[in-house]
């Protein structure tokens, strides 16, 4: 039976969030109707939201659905954007190297269209922001960074950089797909303006979202037609999705604890012996024993092999990994976020991230352990492909 060792791109559905997803899609009656039927279904949604909302430490009213976390993030930078850019005075946005794409493409985006001006903040070797001791707000609309990295699983100072921001007058959006179900989030403790997360990494369905958005908050739309949410998010509500995504909200923050213990020992594990079968491989980001990485990652880079060969010989062997970086029409790409980091461009493209879940087992981890040396090795014969391809000329 294939190994899945990819958690981080999405885990599987829980059994009883597929149940609730079933059950719900038998429900006739949109939640925006006054009829008996839409109010069941808007019955059905509000408490949804309510649940989702308790796991996140917010209001029920705080939560807008959205179809993922990358319109969430969207609606978050470019909403906010559009809000405090003051005919260009507040054109800057403050955002970490590394951040993940959905972050980078839309501040790039605006940076073309909009004229907004990025100012990227520098990572340190472990991938972690450096909290400034203050922030010259005049001109910043806002700041946006990951509360954990998605590739190399460094946990962020929240509250600290959201404090010094909040100082400065400056909004502050958090990327918290990647620590959602594994890290408490508190969204009124944080301090934070906006926080993104999405359903499908804590297993419940692809296609739903949230952004937590608080009270005071501005936003300008990026949908517009009917203004269902608040007037920030528009459209028909999604209610066996909100459900589903509800139920494994529930589960994911009943077990967060007790999993979180869980995975760190196996994560131990993974990286201990990772290093005994591949010497030469280097851990990215904090080591375990910092408490400053999350407990389901684990990234390494295997000097003089090609990150893609290694996955693609690891998954004709039945495991299933990641790169961890972006590879654009068919070229492979160095990781983004190891370039930020300082690594170099042959280090950046030799990473295999290895990412535990729910349902991740020693027996996972022994045969990853099995295959990646004899992979490494052949890998590393093949060298890293550094020729343009056709399709690159």
């Known amino acids: 039976m294939p190994v899945y060792l990819d958690h981080a791109a999405t885990t599987p559905m829980r059994p009883e969030a597929i149940a609730a997803y079933t059950e719900a899609m038998g429900v006739v009656g949109n939640p925006s109707s006054i009829h008996s039927q839409g109010q069941q279904a808007r019955r059905m949604l509000e408490e949804a939201r309510e ?12 939560i807008v659905f959205t179809s993922g976390g990358t319109e969430a993030i969207n609606l978050a930078v470019k909403g906010m954007y559009w809000a405090r850019v003051d005919g260009g005075r507040r054109s800057r946005i403050l955002a970490p190297g590394g951040e993940h794409h959905a972050t980078l493409d839309t501040v790039e985006w605006l940076e073309r269209a909009e004229g907004a001006r990025p100012d990227w903040l520098p990572l340190d070797r472990d991938g972690r922001i450096a909290v400034p001791a203050a922030i010259d707000g005049d001109d910043v609309a806002l700041l946006t960074f990951l509360a954990v990295n998605n590739e190399v699983g460094t946990v962020q100072p929240v509250a600290a950089l959201a404090a010094v921001a909040r100082a400065a007058g400056v909004p502050v959006h958090v990327d918290a797909v990647a620590a959602y179900g594994h890290l408490p ?5 944080l301090g934070v303006d906006a926080l993104s997360v999405s359903a499908h990494k804590i297993g419940g369905p692809v296609g ?4 937590v958005l608080s009270r005071a908050s501005t936003v300008v739309p990026l949908l517009h037609g009917g203004g269902q949410q608040r007037q920030v998010r528009s459209g028909t509500q999604d209610v066996a999705a909100a459900v589903s995504f509800a139920v494994a909200a529930r589960a994911a923050e009943a077990e967060r ?10 994560r131990d594990r993974l990286i201990r012996g990772v290093r005994e079968a591949v010497p030469e491989a280097v851990l990215s980001g904090p080591e375990p024993a910092s408490g400053k990485r999350v407990a389901s990652n684990a990234h390494f880079t295997f000097p003089g092999a090609q990150g893609d060969s290694l996955l693609f010989l690891l998954d004709m062997a039945g495991v299933s990994v990641s790169t961890g970086s972006a590879c654009q029409a068919g070229i492979p790409e160095p990781s983004h976020v190891l370039l930020a980091m300082g690594r170099t461009e042959e280090e950046a493209r030799s990473a295999l991230r290895f990412t535990l879940g729910r349902t991740s087992t020693e027996a996972d981890v022994d045969a990853l352990l099995a295959a990646l040396p004899a992979a490494f090795a052949q890998a590393s ?3 890293l492909a550094e020729r343009p391809t056709r399709l690159a000329r």
């Open 208 to 211: 739903i979202g949230a952004l």
């Open 257 to 266: 604890e007790e999993e979180t213990a869980r995975l760190t020992a196996l």
């Open 381 to 383: 014969r093949a060298g």
């Open 185 to 189: 989030l508190d969204f009124h403790a």
């Open 51 to 62: 649940t989702v909302a308790a796991t996140l430490g917010a209001d029920p009213i705080e």
